[in-house]
């Protein structure tokens, strides 16, 4: 396939930063989806001026819609070739003592806001026809959650849920929906999840330090060691690469060695096993 254009939200750091990047190398037409001017122009910085920065915070409807309408307006009549949604947090804590916004917090972000910018790019997709292709940031923890991650795993779950309904909605159009499942990515979220864990457990009552004290300090060894062990970005930007140029996309990509692992565990062993696979798992990264 020809070069074509691409919107890649949540382009301040990152994953979606690497995606930005690599694109505009390639020679696509890149719209980088930021919340903040000066991530715009580190980014233009970066690509020598190849990127075009596009105001856009997920969780405001006017700002997406805002957005998508200067993206029609540069692409003057052309359709967009490609939208990758990765704009995301990282919310973490005890199910029983999270508060709920912090629920409402995570899903917002991470799915309704994923949602509202395919709805919001979906006209000028269309104007691609058979090449248009809808990119979902999913996680392996879309398919097996970890404990005190819950609202991050059921965001990725949620997203697997829509991928996979728009993939058979838009079957007939010829644009693609594929679902990006990473393992661990070096990335700015995880020092993110741990200030927001500090925040979280700072907040929790007496009982609640005394009943999960041990498995938060297990869970920030694991998040740091996912930080020091886990794939560049760039080869996420690299499998993004393929799902919008493939002619035929697979609808999910599994990216580094411990998601194609867990996706097989997933698969092979019964819920007991895995529960057993799990306790090991977070036990080895803790140490």
């Not at 010829?174 to 500090?198: H, L, M, N, Y």
Request: glycine share 10%; charged share 25%; hydrophobic share 45%.
């Amino acid at each position: 396939m020809s070069k074509g254009s691409i919107l890649v939200t949540g382009a301040s750091t990152g994953i979606g930063e690497a995606c930005a990047l690599h694109f505009a190398r390639l020679g696509w037409q890149v719209f980088a989806g930021v919340r903040r001017d000066q991530d715009g122009d580190r980014l233009k910085a970066s690509a020598d001026g190849s990127v075009q920065p596009v105001e856009m915070d997920v969780t405001d409807l006017a700002s997406v819609e805002r957005g998508a309408k200067a993206i029609g307006t540069a692409l003057d009549g052309a359709g967009l070739t490609a939208v990758v949604n990765n704009a995301g947090i990282a919310v973490g804590g005890p199910v029983e003592y999270l508060p709920l916004e912090d629920w409402r917090r995570q899903l917002e972000v991470n799915v309704i806001g994923q949602v509202a910018v395919t709805q919001a790019v979906l006209p000028l997709l269309r104007r691609s026809g058979a090449r248009g292709r809808i990119v979902f940031m999913g996680s392996i923890g879309g398919r097996m959650a970890s404990p005190l991650i819950a609202p991050y795993s059921a965001s990725k779950h949620a997203i697997e849920a829509i991928g996979e309904a728009m993939r058979h909605e838009l079957a007939s159009t010829g644009i693609r929906v594929v679902v990006i499942e990473p393992g661990a990515v070096r990335t700015p979220i995880w020092d993110k999840g741990q200030s927001a864990a500090d925040d979280i457990e700072a907040s929790l009552p007496a009982e609640a330090v005394e009943r999960y004290g041990s498995a938060v300090a297990d869970l920030r060894k694991a998040m740091d060691f996912q930080a020091r062990t886990g794939v560049d970005p760039e080869v996420v930007a690299r499998v993004v690469e393929k799902a919008v140029t493939s002619a035929r996309p697979r609808p999910r990509y599994l990216v580094g060695r411990d998601a194609k692992m867990m996706a097989t565990l997933v698969r092979l062993l019964p819920d007991s096993a895995l529960d057993a696979t799990m306790k090991r798992v977070m036990r080895l990264a803790a140490r």
